[in-house]
C-alpha cells in the first residue's frame, strides 16, 4: 500500500472517531461573533487583539462572507 493510502484512511479512521484535523481557532466560535462586530463597529484590530489577548492577525480583518467572497478578483 502507498503512503498516500495509508494517510487517508488513517484519517478517515480519525474523522469516524470525531477527531477534526487542523489547528484550533485563536479566537473561540463563541466570541467570534463579538470581534466581527466590534469591527464592523469600527473597533481597531490592535485593541480587539489585546481584549481577547490574541495576535494582530488573529483578529484581523473577517474574511468576506459569502455574498462578497465572489467579488474577489483571480489569484
Known amino acids: 500500500m502507498c503512503?498516500?493510502?495509508l494517510t487517508y484512511d488513517g484519517l478517515r479512521a480519525a474523522e469516524a472517531k470525531g477527531a477534526r484535523?487542523?489547528?484550533r481557532p485563536a479566537?473561540?466560535?463563541?466570541?467570534t461573533t463579538d470581534v466581527r462586530t466590534a469591527y464592523l463597529e469600527g473597533r481597531s484590530i490592535a485593541a480587539l487583539a489585546r481584549d481577547h489577548r490574541v495576535s494582530r492577525g488573529a483578529s484581523g480583518p473577517p474574511s468576506p462572507?459569502?455574498?462578497?467572497?465572489h467579488r474577489r478578483g483571480p489569484g
Open 3 to 5: 503512503l498516500k493510502a
Open 21 to 23: 484535523g487542523g489547528r
Open 27 to 31: 479566537v473561540a466560535a463563541a466570541k
Open 65 to 69: 462572507t459569502p455574498a462578497r467572497a
